[in-house]
């Protein structure tokens, strides 16, 4: 019975983000799914992607609580909007469908969703987007790959931010890059800093490589 | 029907837990359930509390994937067995039924149940603990007691790890006590330094005096 109703939840938000993905297409908006645990760098990426990328750019920010990164991207002049899921571990498609009523998001524009801070729930639901991105923190752990494995297949590119603190924490980048080939064979792995921008450039352009590929 | 599925769901997972706890008790065991990110630090925290707790001491590991932590515990002579998800947000009682079984925890032990590395769901399942100690490194910012209450909230003690990041990721520990205080009013946060052990003879010894309280 439980799994039944996992099934029907699931096929009935897979509908909806085919129907929300057709829609943004059509309006020719790109649209990224971010992804990673509590603290991983997700806003600092967008706040540095908003600085290489051309073109209009909006963001749906996605929390448990607060509106604390919504207020923080609107300062530099980033549109944003918050979904506040008040306890719910992972966005879904009715919420972006709702949200988006809301939003003035221009045609043509990237439109990036910053899902809640969590490495398991949010992989199992689609929102519409053209890619996920998973963001993992040196800070967090060389195992993360091998231990959360789902959200890493599941995402067309691996985003590996405060590599600075490698050393402090021990972090080992091989075992890092050896666990992400067994789970998510051939993703591709970038870095960032999301503190001074190191990297941003490359992960921009690498964006919109993806995105011509696509549009 | 989702609402009502739900609190079913967790009535159950409640009752069960109140009969393991019950049990656990009865045999002088003293379990605590630990929460936090992936990467907050909660493996090397049970290594340290191994450290200077006196008499028996036994680990559930809680994983999606992968048996990780549980042979690194168990190359140090920490008696550790694992729960495999594979693909489950959070552990949940009947999980905790069947691998006690399985297990010979010492009348009178320590008992820690390390959770899956997820900052939300967690938060929801009681496990049978005496009870819960959420993990939060400085890795992670300061924001994360405003933007995932839930689980700040249902915590005995707040362990704060990874200070000795703080000023390279930009990290005010002012503004984490102060929205600790407002999701978790009087909650007592206690340093630990994973690598180094600086701060486990102080948390070990709050958590003799808890134990004794209740026992």
Known sequence: ???????AIYEANDRLAASIHEDLRRRGIFTVNILGSPG???TSLITRL????????????GDVASDIDTQALRALGIKAWQIETGG????????IEAILKQMDVPDGA????ENIGNLICPAEFVLGED????????????????KYPIIFNKSAACVLT???LAAAVGFDEAAFRSGLGLVA???????????????????????????????
């Open 50 to 61: 908003a600085g290489v990328l051309e073109g209009p750019l909006a963001v749906i920010e």
């Open 131 to 146: 890619m996920k991105l998973v963001v993992s923190s040196a800070a967090e752990g060389h195992d993360k790959p091998r």
């Open 185 to 215: 064979p051939g993703i591709p792995l970038l870095a960032l800093n999301g503190r001074t921008g190191e990297g941003a450039e490359e992960l921009g352009a690498w964006l919109k490589a993806a995105r011509s590929q696509v549009s």
């Open 110 to 113: 990237w439109l990036f969703i």
């Open 1 to 7: 019975m439980r799994v039944e109703l996992k099934r």
């Open 88 to 95: 719910d571990c992972h966005l879904n498609a009715p919420m």
């Open 40 to 42: 991983a760098g997700k």
């Open 162 to 164: 405060k590599l600075d």
